[in-house]
């Protein structure tokens, strides 16, 4: 690490917001030299709770992210926002407009409130806000709360990086619920109707029960609640704590109905967030997260890395336009390409293993 | 891995600072920076100087476009540049003033820190062009 990134370093343990926003802009740039910050920043990190809140446009996530940021601050908590907005894929620009929703915690500097946008890559922005997650905790942030528009399986990798996922269903849109059940359903800790104050709600707060009912006793088993993945064996988590009948082994998609215009139902959701934060700590769900978290931060580190080495290796092999113009012209295909791209790195790894069997 | 490709992006905050609701100038360069490629944080009406300043500082924007048109620039400019000054980030944001403002007031502007200030009748190329040209290099 460089003298520069050192002082960035210091400054940000400190305190200094100006240090905090500019880790965060090498992390967003993948700056030289950010992979090191962030190595160092890992220490420091741990004590935050992380919320993630998603929902579909419109549905009142930013108003509901200022309202929670204000009562958190009252309580004494200090709070960190990062709010993601979509970019446009031609041109790479980007409105960012969350920000003019946060009204109420503005000239308190103790709400740091970044707005990002996808930059390209693959995977990318997920990776880039888990690091700037980092980055609010290692700062010392008490809550950090990542706030996206549930439209795709990138946003629901970006959401899951946080401890809790809260999703935003408006009241009447009884249809939607039921696109929302394949994606977003799953990911949800505590689901939010928001805009209770108008007509529908009673019915779309009905629907989310019965499907939270049918849920829990179908074949999911509920299982989907505790384990952020499917795939792992997530069944441990549950019976953690079977000796102990006090604590909450199993958890429960609970629906809060909010106005967060005027913060009705505000206090409901913090406990709701505090409660499903107690389960993880208790049933070691929480741990088990933190280490799938790990395990998939690995995976996209070295998928990015692998991606950049071939990238040369490409250059090297003619280019990716040549290559698809001879793919187009049908002198070859793309998996004989692919092959032969690859054909040097596999015979370099296999020269490793004869020298160190 | 020194290889791997920066991302960088020119960011933006467009800022309505003081008891100002004409904002059709600034939604309109707000979106031709967006088509230009840059990362734009609109700030929203009637904002007050500390909140311009927060919003700078957080977002770490590499320049501050402020629009006015209500006459107080003299008084609501300085406040933001002192703001920037006192989170240390003056020296590295491109301040930018848009809207009317008199000839005689330009120089104490300029003197302040803000770096070019664009009256009616500017084109939009120019104004990206001097973002582009500008945008400091950090």
């Known amino acids: 690490m460089n003298a520069d990134d050192e002082t960035l370093l210091a400054e940000l343990l400190e305190g200094k917001h100006r240090a905090l926003a500019r880790t965060i802009s090498k992390i967003e740039n993948r700056a030289p030299g950010y992979r090191e910050l962030i190595s160092e920043l890992y220490a420091h990190t741990g004590e935050a709770e992380v919320i993630g809140i998603t929902g579909s446009p419109g549905a009142g996530k930013s108003t509901l992210v200022d309202k929670l940021a204000e009562t958190y601050r009252e309580r004494g908590e200090t709070v960190g926002v990062i709010a993601i907005d979509p970019s446009s894929p031609f041109t790479g620009g980007a409105v960012l407009g969350d920000r003019i929703r946060m009204a109420s915690t503005v000239g308190d500097m103790d709400v740091f409130v970044r707005s990002m946008s996808a930059r390209g890559t693959l995977g990318g922005l997920s990776t880039a806000t888990a690091d700037a997650v980092k980055a609010m905790d290692a700062f010392g942030k008490d809550k950090i709360i990542i706030e996206t528009v549930g439209a795709g399986q990138n946003e629901i990798d970006i959401v899951r990086t946080a401890d ?73 988590s549950a019976v953690a704590t079977q000796d102990d009948p006090e604590k909450r082994a199993t958890w429960t998609t609970p629906i809060v109905e909010t106005v967060a215009t005027d913060g009705t139902g505000v206090d409901e959701f913090i406990d709701e967030l505090a409660a499903h934060r107690e389960y993880l700590v208790d049933s070691g769900a929480r741990a088990e997260k933190a280490r799938q978290r790990s395990a998939e931060e690995i995976r996209t580190l070295l998928r990015e890395d692998v991606h950049t080495m071939l990238e040369a290796e490409l250059e090297r092999a003619g280019g990716i336009d040549d290559l698809a113009a001879a793919v187009a012209a049908g002198e070859t295909d793309p998996y004989t390409v692919a092959d032969e791209v690859l054909s040097p790195v596999e015979d370099c790894l296999a020269e490793l293993e004869t020298r160190n069997p | 891995m020194s290889s791997e490709p920066e991302q960088e992006s020119i960011r933006c905050l467009v800022a309505k600072v003081g008891l100002d609701g004409h904002d059709r100038g600034a939604h309109v360069i707000a979106r031709a920076f967006r088509d230009a490629g840059f990362e734009v944080v609109y700030s929203g009406l009637h904002k007050a100087p500390e909140e311009i300043v927060q919003a700078a500082v957080q977002e770490d924007v590499d320049v501050l476009g402020i629009s006015i048109l209500s006459g107080a620039h003299d008084t609501l400019v300085p406040k933001i540049m002192n703001g920037l000054e006192e989170y240390d980030a003056k020296d590295d944001t491109l301040v930018l003033v848009g809207g009317v403002i008199p000839e005689e007031d330009r120089p104490e502007l300029e003197a302040e820190g803000v770096s070019a200030i664009f009256g009616p009748g500017t084109s939009i190329e120019e104004t990206i062009e001097f973002v582009r040209e500008n945008a400091p290099d950090r």
Do not use: W, Y
């Open chain 1, 164 to 236: 809790t996922v809260a999703v935003l269903v408006p009241p009447g849109s009884g249809d939607d619920v039921q696109t929302l059940k394949a994606g977003i359903l799953e990911i949800a800790d505590v689901f939010v109707v928001n805009k209770a104050d108008r007509p529908g709600t009673d019915r779309t707060v009905q629907e989310l029960r019965e499907m939270i009912e049918l849920d829990s006793g179908g074949g999911f088993g509920g299982s989907g609640h505790h384990g952020a993945d499917a795939g792992s064996d997530g069944g441990g």
